[in-house]
Protein backbone atom coordinates (compact mmCIF):
# COMPACT_ATOMS: atom_id res chain seq x y z
CA UNK A 1 0.00 0.00 0.00
CA UNK A 2 1.24 3.26 -0.90
CA UNK A 3 1.51 6.40 1.10
CA UNK A 4 -1.73 8.51 1.00
CA UNK A 5 -3.67 11.56 2.73
CA UNK A 6 -6.56 11.04 4.81
CA UNK A 7 -9.62 13.39 6.12
CA UNK A 8 -13.34 13.57 6.68
CA UNK A 9 -15.98 15.50 5.74
CA UNK A 10 -18.80 16.50 7.35
CA UNK A 11 -20.49 17.95 4.38
CA UNK A 12 -21.19 17.00 0.86
CA UNK A 13 -19.42 20.10 -0.09
CA UNK A 14 -16.37 19.53 1.19
CA UNK A 15 -16.41 16.12 0.91
CA UNK A 16 -16.64 17.34 -3.00
CA UNK A 17 -14.24 20.15 -2.82
CA UNK A 18 -11.71 17.84 -1.33
CA UNK A 19 -11.57 15.43 -3.52
CA UNK A 20 -11.57 17.39 -5.87
CA UNK A 21 -8.22 19.44 -4.94
CA UNK A 22 -6.19 16.55 -3.35
CA UNK A 23 -7.36 13.87 -6.71
CA UNK A 24 -8.84 11.33 -3.82
CA UNK A 25 -11.05 8.80 -3.16
CA UNK A 26 -14.54 8.34 -1.34
CA UNK A 27 -14.68 5.40 1.66
CA UNK A 28 -17.35 4.68 3.49
CA UNK A 29 -17.49 1.01 3.72
CA UNK A 30 -14.12 0.32 2.24
CA UNK A 31 -15.37 -2.81 1.30
CA UNK A 32 -13.78 -2.77 -2.03
CA UNK A 33 -11.06 0.73 -2.01
CA UNK A 34 -9.07 -0.88 0.68
CA UNK A 35 -8.61 -4.54 -0.69
CA UNK A 36 -7.19 -2.87 -3.62
CA UNK A 37 -5.02 -0.53 -2.09
CA UNK A 38 -3.51 -2.94 -0.40
CA UNK A 39 -2.99 -4.79 -3.85
CA UNK A 40 -1.35 -1.40 -4.72
CA UNK A 41 -4.17 -1.89 -7.86
CA UNK A 42 -5.60 1.56 -6.86
CA UNK A 43 -3.61 4.14 -5.71
CA UNK A 44 -5.36 7.27 -4.75
CA UNK A 45 -3.10 10.50 -3.49
CA UNK A 46 -5.77 10.95 -0.62
CA UNK A 47 -8.71 9.38 1.11
CA UNK A 48 -12.20 11.60 1.90
CA UNK A 49 -14.08 9.82 4.49
CA UNK A 50 -17.74 10.52 4.02
CA UNK A 51 -19.41 8.28 6.44
CA UNK A 52 -19.87 11.52 8.87
CA UNK A 53 -22.66 12.88 5.57
CA UNK A 54 -26.17 12.95 5.99
CA UNK A 55 -27.07 10.44 3.42
CA UNK A 56 -27.91 7.48 5.15
CA UNK A 57 -31.79 7.84 4.97
CA UNK A 58 -34.27 5.60 2.85
CA UNK A 59 -37.37 7.78 2.03
CA UNK A 60 -40.65 7.28 0.04
CA UNK A 61 -41.18 10.07 -2.56
CA UNK A 62 -44.54 12.20 -2.94
CA UNK A 63 -45.01 10.38 -6.39
CA UNK A 64 -44.35 7.23 -5.18
CA UNK A 65 -41.18 6.54 -5.78
CA UNK A 66 -38.47 5.80 -3.16
CA UNK A 67 -35.18 8.19 -2.44
CA UNK A 68 -31.75 5.98 -1.07
CA UNK A 69 -29.12 7.61 0.15
CA UNK A 70 -25.56 6.69 -1.36
CA UNK A 71 -24.64 5.93 2.37
CA UNK A 72 -27.57 3.27 3.21
CA UNK A 73 -25.88 0.00 4.24
CA UNK A 74 -27.05 -3.05 2.22
CA UNK A 75 -27.94 -5.22 5.32
CA UNK A 76 -30.28 -1.86 5.63
CA UNK A 77 -31.90 -1.46 2.30
CA UNK A 78 -32.49 -5.05 2.24
CA UNK A 79 -34.74 -5.27 5.04
CA UNK A 80 -36.59 -2.25 4.75
CA UNK A 81 -40.37 -3.15 4.71
CA UNK A 82 -41.25 -0.58 1.55
CA UNK A 83 -37.87 -2.58 -0.64
CA UNK A 84 -38.84 -5.89 0.19
CA UNK A 85 -42.63 -4.90 -0.45
CA UNK A 86 -42.86 -2.94 -3.43
CA UNK A 87 -39.40 -3.76 -4.87
CA UNK A 88 -38.60 -7.21 -3.86
CA UNK A 89 -36.18 -7.41 -6.85
CA UNK A 90 -33.69 -5.40 -5.11
CA UNK A 91 -33.84 -7.00 -1.64
CA UNK A 92 -33.58 -10.02 -3.23
CA UNK A 93 -30.15 -9.29 -5.07
CA UNK A 94 -28.69 -7.87 -1.95
CA UNK A 95 -29.18 -10.64 0.54
CA UNK A 96 -27.68 -12.99 -2.39
CA UNK A 97 -24.31 -10.78 -2.34
CA UNK A 98 -21.34 -10.73 -0.21
CA UNK A 99 -21.67 -11.88 3.33
CA UNK A 100 -23.79 -10.61 6.16
CA UNK A 101 -20.89 -8.78 8.06
CA UNK A 102 -19.97 -7.22 4.41
CA UNK A 103 -23.66 -5.97 4.09
CA UNK A 104 -23.95 -4.11 7.03
CA UNK A 105 -20.59 -2.34 5.92
CA UNK A 106 -20.97 -2.03 1.94
CA UNK A 107 -23.23 1.26 1.12
CA UNK A 108 -25.47 1.65 -1.93
CA UNK A 109 -23.37 4.51 -3.34
CA UNK A 110 -20.05 2.33 -2.80
CA UNK A 111 -21.68 -1.09 -4.09
CA UNK A 112 -23.03 0.90 -7.48
CA UNK A 113 -19.06 1.68 -8.38
CA UNK A 114 -17.98 -1.56 -7.49
CA UNK A 115 -14.63 -2.68 -9.30
CA UNK A 116 -14.21 -6.17 -11.05
CA UNK A 117 -13.06 -9.22 -9.65
CA UNK A 118 -11.40 -10.10 -12.59
CA UNK A 119 -8.00 -11.98 -11.61
CA UNK A 120 -5.94 -10.20 -14.21
CA UNK A 121 -7.34 -6.68 -12.75
CA UNK A 122 -6.24 -7.60 -9.37
CA UNK A 123 -3.08 -9.14 -9.83
CA UNK A 124 -0.58 -6.56 -10.90
CA UNK A 125 1.91 -8.64 -12.35
CA UNK A 126 -0.30 -9.06 -15.04
CA UNK A 127 -1.10 -6.51 -18.07
CA UNK A 128 -4.98 -4.91 -17.82
CA UNK A 129 -6.35 -1.88 -19.75
CA UNK A 130 -8.41 -1.07 -17.10
CA UNK A 131 -5.76 -1.13 -14.25
CA UNK A 132 -2.89 0.49 -16.47
CA UNK A 133 -3.55 1.68 -20.23
CA UNK A 134 -1.89 0.37 -22.75
CA UNK A 135 -0.78 -2.43 -21.19
CA UNK A 136 -3.06 -5.53 -22.74
CA UNK A 137 -5.64 -7.77 -21.64
CA UNK A 138 -4.45 -10.69 -20.14
CA UNK A 139 -8.00 -12.38 -19.34
CA UNK A 140 -8.09 -12.52 -23.68
CA UNK A 141 -6.25 -15.25 -23.97
CA UNK A 142 -5.73 -16.40 -20.61
CA UNK A 143 -8.58 -18.56 -18.11
CA UNK A 144 -11.64 -16.23 -19.00
CA UNK A 145 -14.27 -18.69 -17.12
CA UNK A 146 -15.52 -15.57 -15.39
CA UNK A 147 -15.75 -13.18 -17.86
CA UNK A 148 -18.22 -11.36 -20.35
CA UNK A 149 -19.70 -12.52 -23.22
CA UNK A 150 -21.71 -9.16 -23.74
CA UNK A 151 -20.72 -5.66 -24.20
CA UNK A 152 -16.39 -6.62 -23.87
CA UNK A 153 -14.01 -5.57 -26.55
CA UNK A 154 -10.19 -6.56 -27.74
CA UNK A 155 -9.03 -3.98 -24.82
CA UNK A 156 -11.41 -5.33 -21.98
CA UNK A 157 -13.75 -8.49 -21.33
CA UNK A 158 -14.36 -7.83 -17.10
CA UNK A 159 -17.61 -8.54 -16.09
CA UNK A 160 -19.28 -5.73 -13.17
CA UNK A 161 -19.34 -7.99 -10.35
CA UNK A 162 -22.55 -6.02 -8.23
CA UNK A 163 -25.82 -7.69 -7.45
CA UNK A 164 -27.61 -4.32 -6.83
CA UNK A 165 -26.99 -2.80 -9.68
CA UNK A 166 -28.67 -4.74 -12.00
CA UNK A 167 -32.01 -5.31 -9.75
CA UNK A 168 -31.56 -1.40 -9.90
CA UNK A 169 -31.09 -1.59 -13.79
CA UNK A 170 -34.57 -3.57 -13.91
CA UNK A 171 -35.74 -1.18 -11.69
CA UNK A 172 -34.76 2.07 -14.26
CA UNK A 173 -33.06 3.42 -10.88
CA UNK A 174 -31.93 7.26 -11.19
CA UNK A 175 -28.45 8.49 -10.07
CA UNK A 176 -28.07 11.68 -8.36
CA UNK A 177 -24.47 13.26 -7.77
CA UNK A 178 -22.78 16.47 -6.36
CA UNK A 179 -19.33 17.54 -8.22
CA UNK A 180 -17.79 20.89 -8.58
CA UNK A 181 -19.73 22.18 -11.80
CA UNK A 182 -23.10 21.24 -9.27
CA UNK A 183 -25.61 18.46 -9.24
CA UNK A 184 -26.84 15.86 -11.97
CA UNK A 185 -29.16 13.14 -12.37
CA UNK A 186 -28.34 10.40 -14.34
CA UNK A 187 -30.26 7.58 -15.67
CA UNK A 188 -28.61 3.85 -14.49
CA UNK A 189 -28.64 2.34 -18.05
CA UNK A 190 -26.56 5.35 -19.08
CA UNK A 191 -24.31 6.19 -16.34
CA UNK A 192 -22.15 2.90 -16.93
CA UNK A 193 -19.61 2.50 -19.62
CA UNK A 194 -18.74 -0.46 -21.90
CA UNK A 195 -14.64 -0.63 -22.27
CA UNK A 196 -14.52 0.28 -25.56
CA UNK A 197 -10.96 1.13 -26.07
CA UNK A 198 -11.26 2.71 -22.74
CA UNK A 199 -11.87 0.36 -20.13
CA UNK A 200 -10.05 1.97 -17.43
CA UNK A 201 -13.32 4.51 -17.29
CA UNK A 202 -15.93 3.16 -16.59
CA UNK A 203 -18.69 5.37 -15.89
CA UNK A 204 -19.86 8.92 -16.22
CA UNK A 205 -18.82 10.46 -12.89
CA UNK A 206 -16.16 13.34 -13.27
CA UNK A 207 -12.74 13.39 -10.56
CA UNK A 208 -14.42 14.63 -7.04
CA UNK A 209 -18.22 14.02 -8.27
CA UNK A 210 -20.11 11.92 -5.32
CA UNK A 211 -23.07 9.86 -5.86
CA UNK A 212 -25.72 11.47 -3.22
CA UNK A 213 -28.77 8.88 -3.78
CA UNK A 214 -30.48 7.09 -6.01
CA UNK A 215 -34.27 7.32 -6.84
CA UNK A 216 -36.17 4.49 -7.87
CA UNK A 217 -39.91 5.17 -9.98
CA UNK A 218 -43.01 3.90 -7.98
CA UNK A 219 -44.31 0.80 -9.64
CA UNK A 220 -47.87 -0.09 -11.55
CA UNK A 221 -50.04 -1.83 -9.64
CA UNK A 222 -49.86 -5.65 -10.15
CA UNK A 223 -45.76 -5.41 -10.88
CA UNK A 224 -43.90 -8.48 -9.58
CA UNK A 225 -40.14 -8.48 -9.66
CA UNK A 226 -37.45 -11.57 -8.70
CA UNK A 227 -33.85 -11.86 -8.72
CA UNK A 228 -31.68 -15.00 -9.69
CA UNK A 229 -28.27 -15.73 -9.40
CA UNK A 230 -26.18 -18.79 -10.55
CA UNK A 231 -22.96 -19.24 -9.14
CA UNK A 232 -20.38 -22.07 -8.17
CA UNK A 233 -21.59 -22.28 -4.66
CA UNK A 234 -24.87 -20.97 -2.90
CA UNK A 235 -22.82 -18.25 -0.40
CA UNK A 236 -19.88 -15.54 -1.00
CA UNK A 237 -19.64 -15.72 -4.57
CA UNK A 238 -20.18 -13.92 -7.74
CA UNK A 239 -22.74 -14.37 -10.29
CA UNK A 240 -21.67 -16.63 -13.49
CA UNK A 241 -25.34 -15.28 -14.68
CA UNK A 242 -28.01 -13.41 -12.81
CA UNK A 243 -32.17 -12.27 -14.02
CA UNK A 244 -33.75 -9.69 -12.86
CA UNK A 245 -37.16 -9.05 -14.03
CA UNK A 246 -39.68 -6.63 -12.96
CA UNK A 247 -42.93 -7.17 -15.29
CA UNK A 248 -46.45 -6.75 -15.61
CA UNK A 249 -48.91 -9.09 -16.76
CA UNK A 250 -52.96 -8.98 -17.33
CA UNK A 251 -54.94 -10.73 -19.18
CA UNK A 252 -52.45 -13.58 -19.80
CA UNK A 253 -50.06 -11.74 -21.63
CA UNK A 254 -47.44 -9.35 -20.79
CA UNK A 255 -47.96 -6.06 -20.55
CA UNK A 256 -44.44 -4.27 -19.36
CA UNK A 257 -41.07 -5.79 -18.73
CA UNK A 258 -38.17 -5.10 -17.69
CA UNK A 259 -35.09 -7.13 -18.09
CA UNK A 260 -31.77 -6.85 -17.22
CA UNK A 261 -28.30 -9.45 -16.75
CA UNK A 262 -25.43 -9.93 -14.51
CA UNK A 263 -22.12 -11.62 -14.80
CA UNK A 264 -22.07 -11.59 -18.43
CA UNK A 265 -21.64 -8.19 -19.68
CA UNK A 266 -18.95 -5.58 -19.01
CA UNK A 267 -21.83 -3.45 -17.26
CA UNK A 268 -25.05 -4.44 -15.51
CA UNK A 269 -26.60 -5.53 -18.21
CA UNK A 270 -30.10 -4.35 -19.89
CA UNK A 271 -31.71 -5.94 -21.83
CA UNK A 272 -34.01 -4.27 -24.63
CA UNK A 273 -34.37 -7.03 -26.83
CA UNK A 274 -35.73 -9.38 -24.27
CA UNK A 275 -37.82 -6.58 -23.47
CA UNK A 276 -39.28 -6.40 -27.13
CA UNK A 277 -39.63 -9.98 -27.30
CA UNK A 278 -41.88 -10.11 -24.45
CA UNK A 279 -44.59 -7.04 -24.18
CA UNK A 280 -47.42 -7.48 -25.70
CA UNK A 281 -47.07 -11.21 -26.25
CA UNK A 282 -48.34 -14.47 -24.63
CA UNK A 283 -46.90 -14.89 -20.90
CA UNK A 284 -46.16 -18.52 -22.01
CA UNK A 285 -42.93 -21.02 -22.36
CA UNK A 286 -42.56 -20.60 -25.64
CA UNK A 287 -42.31 -16.78 -25.64
CA UNK A 288 -39.92 -16.91 -22.91
CA UNK A 289 -37.71 -18.90 -24.41
CA UNK A 290 -38.13 -16.50 -27.64
CA UNK A 291 -37.78 -13.58 -25.31
CA UNK A 292 -33.72 -15.58 -24.12
CA UNK A 293 -32.87 -16.16 -27.12
CA UNK A 294 -33.31 -12.71 -28.48
CA UNK A 295 -31.41 -11.76 -24.98
CA UNK A 296 -28.42 -13.57 -25.93
CA UNK A 297 -28.39 -13.36 -29.61
CA UNK A 298 -25.14 -10.52 -29.20
CA UNK A 299 -23.27 -12.72 -26.83
CA UNK A 300 -19.52 -13.07 -28.06
CA UNK A 301 -18.14 -16.48 -25.99
CA UNK A 302 -14.51 -16.50 -25.12
CA UNK A 303 -12.64 -19.80 -24.82
CA UNK A 304 -13.73 -21.00 -21.60
CA UNK A 305 -17.00 -18.96 -21.10
CA UNK A 306 -19.38 -20.38 -23.76
CA UNK A 307 -21.48 -21.82 -21.03
CA UNK A 308 -22.60 -18.76 -19.54
CA UNK A 309 -25.00 -18.00 -22.76
CA UNK A 310 -27.22 -21.10 -21.71
CA UNK A 311 -27.19 -20.40 -17.85
CA UNK A 312 -27.93 -16.99 -18.60
CA UNK A 313 -31.07 -17.97 -20.97
CA UNK A 314 -31.87 -20.62 -18.39
CA UNK A 315 -31.90 -17.92 -15.81
CA UNK A 316 -34.30 -15.51 -17.72
CA UNK A 317 -36.93 -18.59 -18.55
CA UNK A 318 -36.62 -19.62 -15.05
CA UNK A 319 -37.13 -15.85 -13.27
CA UNK A 320 -39.63 -15.38 -16.02
CA UNK A 321 -41.99 -18.36 -15.24
CA UNK A 322 -41.66 -17.50 -11.40
CA UNK A 323 -43.10 -14.39 -12.11
CA UNK A 324 -45.93 -14.81 -13.54
CA UNK A 325 -46.72 -18.14 -13.00
CA UNK A 326 -49.55 -16.54 -10.89
CA UNK A 327 -50.36 -13.39 -12.55
Not at 182 to 191: M, N, P, Q, S, Y
Not at 257 to 286: D, Y
Request: aromatic share 6%.
Amino acid sequence: MQVFRYSQAHTVDAAVQNAARSGGAFIAGGTTLVDLMKLNVLQPQSVVDINGLPLDRIETLPNGGLRIGALVRNSDLASNQTVQQQYAVLSQALLSGASPQLRNMATTGGNLLQKTRCYYYRDTNYPCNKRQPGSGCAALDGFNRIHAVLGGSDHCVATHPSDMAVAMMALEATIHTRGSKGERTIALDEFYLVPGSTPDRENLLLPGELITHVTLPALASGTRSVYLKLRDRAQYEFALASSAVVINVSGGAVQRARIAFGGVGTKPWRSREAENALEGQPATSETFHRAAEAAMAGAKPLKYNAFKIELAKRALIRTLTETTQSA
